[in-house]
């Protein structure tokens, strides 16, 4: 049983996210400022602040186990440092190919010094908008593990969630480890919005 006051929190967290999202599509012009009021309450009303997203690979263990899962992803409609955080498991575009997605942890954001263990890298710091990822899997190679020590500093734009539940089987599920500040934001949405049979659907064989 969800609370009450869980619940006025999810309404915030949705109100917000609908003004974000229909505040981007008006300065996009893809609607007018008559359309921007009932794009927002459309958005709060029918639309949901999570999506399944299906992910197999190594890169994630053990968070995500390498025979695949199937993760509950918060959606970020504008992903700047006051929304998605150092430490969170997020799903970004693959730099490498546009048209799939990765699922990685968020390292380090823009100001941050990047230093390498290889005498031989110079040091740098990431600039405006920039990210730095990383696997979960401490046994990988880099090129194994397809992040940024491969592929370098992503755009925080092609960031597009923040993973919050992970369902690995039937019996092995639960919330995603990620920043302290991420999993306070994401409480009342993983209250309301979970659903481990609608999840449990989605598994691929």
Known sequence: MVSL?????????KLEYSVSLSYKSYTM??????EVGDRIWKNVFHGKLTYLHWNRGEEM????????????V?????PDPTRVFVGDVVVLKDPENSDSHLVRRLAAI????????DENDTPFVLEKDQCWVVSD????KAKEARDSRTFGPVPMT???GRVVYALRTAVDHGPVPNSRLGMQKDSPVLAVELDIDEMAKNQKA
């Open 110 to 117: 823009e100001g941050y010094e990047m230093a390498s263990t």
């Open 29 to 34: 012009g893809q609607i007018t400022n008559r």
């Open 74 to 78: 918060r959606k970020l409609p504008t």
């Open 61 to 72: 263990a053990p968070t995500i186990t390498g025979q695949g899962g199937t993760l509950l």
């Open 5 to 13: 006051s869980t619940w006025f929190r999810y309404i915030a967290h």
């Open 158 to 160: 092609g960031i597009v």
């Open 137 to 140: 899997n401490d046994t990988l």
